[in-house]
C-alpha cells in the first residue's frame, strides 16, 4: 500500500490550494481515508476524514468551512481543497487510510510522506 501526497505550496492569507493523495494497493472506497496536518513544534492533528462505507466527511472546528474533502474512486485519489488559507494552516500535510478511520491517528494503518503547506505575507 502506498500513499502519495503533493499539492502543498507556498500560498499568501487568502489563498486556496487543493492537495491530492493517490493510492495504490488499496480500494479506498473501502477505508477510512484522513488528511492530518503538523505544525512546527506540535503534535500532529486531524483535519478531515472520510468514513467508509457510508461516505460521511468531518472536519475540525478549525478548517470546517474553509477545507472540503473529496474523493475520486475511478483514479483511487482523495483531495482536500483548502480555501482562505490563514497562517496558522500551515505545516506537511499528511494523508491516511485504514479500517477504523475518523480524526485521530490510531484510527490509521497507512500514512503518505506528507506534502509542505505554508501560509505566509
Known amino acids: 500500500v502506498q500513499l502519495q501526497a503533493s499539492g502543498g505550496g507556498a500560498v499568501q492569507p487568502g489563498g486556496s490550494l487543493r492537495l491530492s493523495c493517490a493510492a495504490s494497493?488499496?480500494?479506498?472506497?473501502?477505508?477510512?481515508i484522513g488528511w492530518f496536518r503538523q505544525a512546527p513544534g506540535k503534535e500532529r492533528e486531524g483535519v478531515s476524514c472520510?468514513?467508509?462505507?457510508?461516505?460521511?466527511?468531518y472536519y475540525s472546528d478549525s478548517v470546517k468551512g474553509r477545507f472540503a474533502m473529496s474523493r475520486d474512486s475511478g483514479s483511487h485519489t482523495v483531495y482536500l481543497q483548502m480555501n482562505d488559507l490563514k497562517p496558522e494552516d500551515t505545516g506537511v500535510y499528511y494523508c491516511?487510510?485504514?479500517?477504523?478511520?475518523?480524526?485521530?491517528?490510531?484510527?490509521?494503518?497507512?500514512w503518505g510522506q506528507g506534502t509542505q503547506v505554508t501560509v505566509s505575507s
Open positions: 491516511a487510510t485504514g479500517w477504523v478511520g475518523g480524526l485521530v491517528e490510531k484510527g490509521y494503518d497507512y
Open positions: 494497493g488499496i480500494n479506498l472506497d473501502y477505508y477510512g
Open positions: 472520510l468514513m467508509s462505507p457510508d461516505g460521511s466527511i
